[in-house]
């Protein structure tokens, strides 16, 4: 029966698909021929705004890396590098609400990325856990083009826990290093 069932989900997939090939292509062709000039320069502006908040996010995964490998001057390196990428990010693409949050976000982060590049690694993983909730928030609202993964520590910080994000499924827990590099668990995907 089961397999009756799926048989017909595949021949209806398939038949949806195949009837709606052409008339798909038929207007996004038309639809890409009439773009404006003002489009463009929209689209360049979001693809700016794109790359920063990507920059952001990469920056904060070169600080996670730092922080599961237990480089304490490498942690305080990156710490600044990625205050730099959020102070230069540029909420005015976003509404108004959108404005108002990403900017309290950047505040914070910015000053937990600040702290963490003048701290020892005890400090620096205790503005982490902040940060890393701050840098959710904003990819809430920034979203990412990355497959992500927030991940959970349930022992750090006296059994109250931690998250982070992570682009790769498998654990390597920021909070402890080397000393529980595989403690934790994967909470969800974004994206």
Avoid at 2 to 24: P, W, Y
Avoid at 147 to 165: D, I, R, S, V
Wanted: net charge negative.
């Amino acid at each position: 029966m089961s397999t009756m069932a799926l048989a017909a989900t595949m021949i209806l997939t398939v038949s949806c698909k195949d009837g709606n090939t052409e008339e798909a292509a038929a207007p996004m062709s038309n639809e890409m021929h009439q773009e404006s000039m003002d489009d463009k320069d929209d689209m360049a502006m979001s693809d700016n705004q794109d790359a920063k908040a990507e920059a952001i996010l990469n920056d904060y995964f070169n600080l996670k890396d730092a922080l599961v490998s237990d480089d304490n001057g490498k942690a305080k390196e990156l710490g600044n590098t990625l205050a730099k990428s959020l102070k230069a990010f540029d909420v005015s693409n976003y509404s108004d609400n959108e404005q108002t949050e990403l900017k309290d976000i950047i505040e914070d982060a910015t000053e937990h990325a600040e702290h963490i590049g003048e701290s020892d690694i005890k400090h620096q993983r205790e503005h982490f856990k902040t940060l890393s909730k701050d840098v959710t928030d904003m990819v809430a609202i920034t979203g990412t083009d990355k497959k992500l993964y927030e991940q959970f520590c349930p022992m750090y910080n006296n059994n109250e826990g931690g998250a982070w994000l992570s682009m790769n499924e498998e654990i390597r827990n920021p909070y402890f290093g080397s000393q529980m590099l595989k403690c934790g668990k994967v909470q969800r995907e974004i994206n």
